[in-house]
């Protein structure tokens, strides 16, 4: 009497049906993009249009909306979540706050 051999196992890229796949939308960077895009053009024309000072606040403006944005959305808005979390946020906040700086203390602006 032989034993029965049993089946080699096949690599699931060999089966049919693999098994149920969880699939998730994946989000759009699209509206991250365009917020990001709104402020900038914004600030530039604010600055031909007003002066400097005001185009520079606008873009520390839209970098601590980015960063807000970032510490607050639950998986990140896409676009805006290139590193961990905390990191972003550090970013966007701290480069906020040397634009604001650099733009109120700058003398002739």
Same mark, same amino acid.
């Given at each position: 009497? $032989?034993?029965? %051999? ?14 149920p796949?969880q ?8 509206? =991250?993009?365009? $917020?990001?895009? =709104?402020?900038?053009l914004? =600030?530039v ?9 005001v185009?520079s606040?606008?873009?520390?403006? %839209?970098?601590?909306v980015?960063? %807000?944005?970032? =510490?607050v959305?639950p ?25 604001? $700086? ?6 002739? $602006?």
């Amino acid at each position: 009497m $032989v034993p029965d %051999t049993p089946h080699p196992a096949r690599p699931p890229w060999h089966a049919l049906d693999a098994g149920p796949r969880q699939h998730r939308d994946a989000r759009s960077p699209v509206p =991250a993009i365009l $917020v990001v895009l =709104a402020g900038i053009l914004l =600030a530039v024309l604010l600055g031909l249009l007003v002066g400097a000072r005001v185009g520079s606040l606008t873009i520390a403006g %839209t970098l601590a909306v980015a960063g %807000t944005w970032r =510490a607050v959305a639950p998986g990140g808005p896409a676009g805006l979540a290139i590193r961990s979390r905390g990191f972003d946020v550090f970013l966007c906040w701290s480069a906020a706050t040397v634009v604001a $700086v650099l733009a109120l203390s700058a003398p002739g $602006v």
